[in-house]
């Protein structure tokens, strides 16, 4: 019997195939033939008053940030930066829309440009380059080091504008050679989400445009990961290595603890969202431990006990 997973890989795989030999349009009329209905009729895009952009933006330093891309209409950029504690008469929507829409138009665009740039990868090498490209951590490290966070219109939320400045001392203080993210420390979602209102905002000013947002946001992100500088999410990796040392992992009682060979590691889970906390209790229970790594040795020596010390 074939399990629904497998016809919905292969249905998936198939708009791969017309999506990379033929065209998106080709794409759409077979999913159409499978009675997967999709509009493809793309809708303008109104707001409900003008802005004035000129008075609230710097349209030069973004033209400068997106590969000298100019907008058509500016109010676009207005809006992809203001937040929703700021919102105006002159400018009465905050980024949100074009956040939605642009995460999906780059989580697209990021996958095509991969699986195009490395042709002979595994899908789950793809995935897992594709999971170290487009995820909060590597999207907030960009903004700060374009220096977008400056831009973002946070008259109305101090306090919000008071971390924001905090993450950026953090972020200089800390080493900025790689994109993927995962060695960072926690960050303010809205830091990621201007990147993904950038590109939602270049896609409807360029007439839907892909490759032109492709062209305008690659040189935020670069230089992308690639097989060789890849770096596994901290909580994948640690589950890996367990597996692959038979170590014991569990979570309880608000802790992460892993049983090396009898030297027990702890790390509490005290970050504010279950996933954040995990990827941190991670990163610091896998520096432990990769201390104890003999350089002579295939496998990790346990360390004593006096030495063994519990992160919170």
């Not at 009729?41 to 004035?52: E, G, M, S, W």
Request: aromatic fraction near 8%; proline fraction near 4%.
């Amino acid at each position: 019997m074939i399990e629904m997973k497998t016809v919905a890989d292969v249905i998936e795989a198939l708009i791969g195939v017309f999506l990379c030999s033929t065209s998106e349009i080709a794409a759409l009329a077979f999913m159409e033939w499978l009675g997967i209905e999709v509009d493809s009729i793309y809708v303008p895009y109104i707001r409900p008053l003008p802005a004035n952009p000129g008075e609230v933006v710097d349209l030069r330093f973004f033209e400068t940030r997106l590969n000298q891309y100019s907008f058509h209409d500016a109010s676009l950029l207005a809006e992809a930066l203001t937040h929703g504690s700021y919102t105006r008469p002159e400018n009465p929507r905050c980024y949100k829309r074009l956040e939605f829409l642009g995460d999906a138009v780059l989580d697209y665009l990021i996958t095509m440009h991969l699986h195009n740039e490395h042709p002979n990868l595994s899908s789950r090498l793809l995935t897992d380059l594709r999971s170290a490209s487009v995820n909060n951590d590597c999207y907030a490290r960009t903004a700060i080091k374009a220096g977008l966070h400056q831009h973002i219109l946070l008259h109305d939320s101090q306090h919000l504008k008071r971390r924001i400045l905090t993450i950026v001392k953090n972020f200089k203080q800390s080493s900025q050679d790689s994109t993927s993210g995962w060695e960072s420390e926690p960050v303010i979602k809205i830091l990621a989400d201007i990147i993904e209102s950038l590109a939602g905002a270049i896609y409807v000013d360029s007439g839907y445009d892909k490759e032109v947002v492709f062209q305008s946001i690659k040189p935020l992100l670069e230089p992308l990961v690639t097989p060789e500088t890849l770096k596994l999410q901290p909580g994948r990796e640690l589950k890996e290595l367990c597996e692959k040392e038979n170590f014991v992992r569990k979570e309880e009682d608000g802790k992460l603890e892993v049983n090396a060979n009898g030297a027990i590691y702890v790390c509490g889970l005290t970050a504010a969202n279950k996933k954040t906390a995990e990827k941190i209790a991670s990163m610091r229970i896998l520096e432990m431990l990769k201390k104890n790594y003999d350089a002579g040795e295939s496998h990790i020596q346990p360390r004593l006990s006096c030495d063994i010390r519990q992160v919170r």
